[in-house]
């Protein structure tokens, strides 16, 4: 990050949702997000298509973070969560 607080284009995140107990997982999900800040990147791991997160995190953020799949295959799943303005 620069100086002067704007992220810069390494502003990736990686959080493997693997390595933390299901019940503190959406929890965990939920801190990271709201210590991004717009224009940083959250890689998300996981071994499921976690669609009720999905839902959960539309519900709760809107547009204000952007989803994307970078990897979508039974087994291993990455997603990009992106903090908006």
């Known amino acids: 990050m620069h100086s002067c607080d704007q992220p810069t284009i390494e502003a990736i995140y990686p959080f493997?949702?693997?390595?933390?107990?299901k019940r503190f997982r959406h929890a965990a999900i939920f801190g990271a997000l709201d210590a991004l800040?717009?224009?940083e990147t959250m890689r998300f791991s996981n071994?499921?298509?976690?669609l009720p997160l999905l839902?959960?995190?539309q519900s709760r953020y809107g547009d204000a973070l952007a989803i994307s799949y970078v990897?979508?295959?039974q087994g291993a799943i990455v997603?990009?969560?992106?903090r908006r303005a």
Do not use: K, S
């Open 55 to 57: 839902a959960q995190l």
């Open 37 to 39: 800040i717009p224009g």
């Open 47 to 50: 071994d499921h298509d976690p």
């Open 16 to 21: 493997d949702a693997r390595g933390i107990a």
């Open 71 to 73: 990897q979508r295959e």
């Open 79 to 82: 997603i990009d969560f992106t």
